[in-house]
C-alpha cells in the first residue's frame, strides 16, 4: 500500500520564480492537504482540496495557489518566490468516508524548497 | 485562536528511561488532538490520536498520551526510550465543528537519546 508521496525531494530557486510541487495521496483518500514548515517550526496549514476545489485555506498570501486532478492528485504552486518560502512543503491526505474523516491525515516525505 | 504549546524544546533522555512530552491546547470546542514524530529530513508520522472516550490512548511504536480536559494538556508518554525514538516530536490539534479540518502544530520538541 503505497503511503503519500510527493515530488521532487529538493529544488532549488531564485527569488521571483515560480515553482510546482507535486502530491499523490495514500490509496483510498481523496482529500489533500498542503502545509509549509520552516526550520525550527511546526508545520502551518496553507489550504486543502477536495473534489478538485480549494475547501479551507490558512493564512497564506494568493502567490500560493493549489491544484486537484480527478485522481485526487494535487499540485502547489507559488509564483514570485520570496526567500522567506524556503521551507519543507508537506503533503498530507485524509479520506472524507474513512474512519478518522478528514482530521486523521497522513503526511508525505516533504520537497525541501531552497530560494536563493 | 486555537494554539498548541509544548513547552519544552529540547529533552535529553538515558536509553530505557521513561519519557513525557508535554503539549497544551488553548480552551476551545471539543479537541481532536494528535501526535507525530519527525526523524530529521522526513515527512511527518502519526503516533496515535484522541477524538473522543477513553482518555489514554494508545499508539504505535509503545507510546501513548493521556487526555485530561481539567489541565487542555494531552502529554505523551513512554515508559522506556529506545535509541531509535531520537526525533522530532509534534502535537497537533483540530476541532469537532464542521468544516474545522486544518490541524494546528506545536513547535515540537526535539527528543535526544543517551545509548
Known amino acids: 500500500d503505497a503511503g503519500v508521496t510527493q515530488s521532487p525531494t529538493h529544488l532549488i530557486k531564485t527569488r521571483g520564480q515560480q515553482v510546482t510541487l507535486r502530491c499523490s495521496p495514500k490509496s483510498g483518500h481523496d482529500t489533500v492537504s498542503w502545509y509549509q514548515q520552516a526550520l525550527g517550526q511546526g508545520p502551518q496549514f496553507i489550504f486543502q482540496?477536495?473534489?478538485?476545489?480549494?475547501?479551507q485555506r490558512g493564512n497564506f498570501p494568493d502567490r500560493f495557489s493549489g491544484h486537484q486532478f480527478p485522481n485526487y492528485s494535487s499540485e502547489l504552486n507559488v509564483n514570485a518566490l520570496l526567500l522567506g518560502d524556503s521551507a519543507l512543503y508537506l503533503c498530507a491526505s485524509s479520506g472524507l468516508r474513512l474512519a478518522g474523516g478528514l482530521r486523521e491525515q497522513y503526511f508525505g516525505p516533504g520537497t525541501r524548497l531552497t530560494v536563493t | 485562536a486555537q494554539s498548541v504549546t509544548q513547552p519544552d524544546i529540547h529533552i535529553t533522555v538515558s536509553e530505557g528511561a521513561s519519557l513525557e512530552l508535554r503539549c497544551n491546547y488553548s480552551y476551545g470546542a471539543t479537541p481532536y488532538l494528535f501526535w507525530y514524530v519527525q526523524s530529521p529530513g522526513q515527512g511527518l508520522q502519526l503516533l496515535l490520536k484522541?477524538?473522543?472516550?477513553?482518555?489514554l490512548v494508545q499508539g504505535i511504536k509503545g507510546f501513548e498520551a493521556e487526555f485530561k480536559r481539567s489541565q487542555s494538556s494531552f502529554n505523551l508518554r513512554k515508559p522506556s526510550v529506545h535509541w531509535s525514538d531520537a526525533a522530532e516530536y509534534f502535537c497537533a490539534r483540530t476541532y469537532s465543528g464542521a468544516g474545522s479540518y486544518q490541524l494546528t502544530f506545536g513547535k515540537g520538541t526535539k527528543l535526544s537519546v543517551i545509548p
Open positions: 482540496y477536495y473534489e478538485e476545489e480549494e475547501r
Open positions: 484522541y477524538f473522543s472516550g477513553d482518555t
